[in-house]
């Protein structure tokens, strides 16, 4: 310990985070006050993305949202909320062209505006991969959930990346389903397993021009995607009962962890996967095997 007090004072030799985050000893510091943070998936107050948005607003950041057209009034709603909020712009990441609608119309109100922080908090897949048994899922329902949740992460990155700003931090929520099976999940655990692949292949095309990419993978959360998975309560009673923490997360909780990955206190973090779930992922045999 004394020994790292000592390489702080003098100020760590190494990268970018040791040279800016660190106001002296102790001077551990988020360095976000006028970053311009890109947010995608607010649908209503209890998306994450908007309690991210209200965390990265706390922290000092300008807040550019982009909304699906059928959560607009509402989105719009939200406006009142948060003074940090510059603008709203449409966006629908199924396709390319209407991808590309948010970046133009961004920038052409705000020309060479530059980003420093992306939030892609994005997910959906028609219900018929909820309910049907995953065998028996058609080829479209499967095309949308994965073209949606997943490879709209390199949608996004592909049209954002001539407008981020030197080391900017890119940030994508998953679900631990990617790599262990949830009752009625199906194919968006298919989906996140990519999503998660994505972030990995991306973190490493653009971590050499210093940009970095991680995924937020939170335990669940009452929230409007989360609806429309059926027993989705009885995962909320499992988890509370079997986490270390014996309790779940909030959308603050994610936030959180968003904002620590979006500052340069994280600097050195990129093309991971990090788990904010009251340790649930961490347990494979839950203490309550013996009640
Ligand atoms: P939410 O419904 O509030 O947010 C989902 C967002 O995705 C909405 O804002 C919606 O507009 C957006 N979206 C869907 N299709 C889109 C499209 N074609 N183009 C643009 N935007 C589109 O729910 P949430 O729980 O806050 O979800 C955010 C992310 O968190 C999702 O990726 C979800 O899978 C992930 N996640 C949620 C939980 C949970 O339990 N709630 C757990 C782990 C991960």
């Not at 060479?112 to 028609?126: L, N």
């Not at 194919?187 to 973190?203: D, H, I, N, S, Y």
């Not at 653009?206 to 009452?222: L, Q, T």
Request: glycine share 8%; net charge negative; charged share 20%.
């Amino acid at each position: 310990m004394m020994h790292i007090l000592h390489r702080v004072g003098k100020g760590l030799e190494a990268g970018v985070a040791g040279e800016s985050m660190l106001g002296g000893i102790g001077g551990f510091m988020l360095e976000l006050e006028g970053k311009t943070a890109l947010v995608f998936g607010v649908a209503s107050e209890e998306s994450i993305a908007w309690a991210i948005c209200e965390q990265l607003a706390a922290a000092g950041c300008k807040l550019i949202l982009g909304f699906q057209k059928r959560f607009m009034s509402r989105v719009f709603q939200l406006k009142e909320k948060l003074d940090a909020i510059e603008a709203f712009y449409p966006i629908d990441v199924s396709t390319n062209e209407l991808t590309a609608e948010f970046f133009t119309e961004w920038q052409a109100e705000n020309h060479g505006a530059k980003a420093d922080i992306v939030i892609h908090a994005i997910g959906f897949a028609p219900q018929e991969c909820f309910d049907r048994p995953i065998l028996f899922v058609e080829n479209e329902p499967i095309n949308t959930a994965m073209t949606v949740s997943a490879h709209s992460l390199q949608r996004v990155m592909r049209h954002a990346l001539p407008h981020l700003a030197p080391n900017s931090s890119t940030i994508t929520l998953t679900y631990a389903a990617s790599t262990r099976w949830v009752p009625h999940y199906g194919v968006m655990g298919v989906a996140k397993a990519a999503l998660e692949a994505w972030t990995r292949e991306l973190a490493n095309h653009v971590g050499p021009d210093g940009h970095r990419i991680n995924a937020i993978s939170p335990g669940p959360i009452p929230t409007l995607a989360a609806g429309g998975i059926p027993g989705f309560d009885d995962i909320l009673d499992h988890v509370e009962r079997n986490s270390p923490l014996r309790r779940n997360v909030n959308q603050k909780d994610v936030a959180g962890c968003a904002v620590w990955l979006a500052s340069p206190l994280s600097s050195g973090v990129t093309g991971q996967i990090i788990h904010v779930d009251a340790g649930y992922s961490s347990v494979m045999v839950p203490d309550s095997i013996s009640d």
